[in-house]
């Protein structure tokens, strides 16, 4: 079954954190997706750019809108995701648990995925 692990953390704390701190995190995250791969859990995964960067689009009464930024204001943004392939929730869940940015606040998203019909 596969899983999406969703990654939040607070943009400004990350920012916060001095460089050395940052790239020590991402070298661990390295390391960690490296892993996974080699174990065979890993089918997809990316880091999003910030929430800055971000255009949400809406429909309402038939007109199609845009606006700069995400879609709610939160204390926490959705920074990454990975899909990986596990037997049960408690593996996908001792996974997630060694995703290298928890130590610095990130709190992760543990959610099945459900097939699309027409695939």
């Known amino acids: 079954m596969q899983y999406a692990l969703l990654c939040y953390a607070d943009e400004k704390a990350w920012g916060a954190l001095t460089e050395a701190q940052q790239a020590e995190v991402m070298d661990d995250y390295g390391a960690w997706t490296q892993a996974i791969v080699r ?12 929430t800055a960067a971000a255009t949400t689009l809406r429909e309402k009464a038939g007109r199609r809108l845009t606006t700069d930024g995400p879609f709610a204001e939160t204390r ?8 990986v392939e596990c037997k049960d929730l408690d593996e996908a869940l001792a996974i997630a648990g060694r995703i290298p940015t928890l130590r610095v606040g990130c709190t992760v998203e543990v959610r099945p995925v459900e097939p699309l019909p027409h695939t």
């Open 76 to 83: 926490e943004q959705l920074g990454g995701l990975h899909l």
């Open 39 to 50: 174990s065979g859990h890993y089918r997809a995964g990316t880091k999003l750019a910030p």
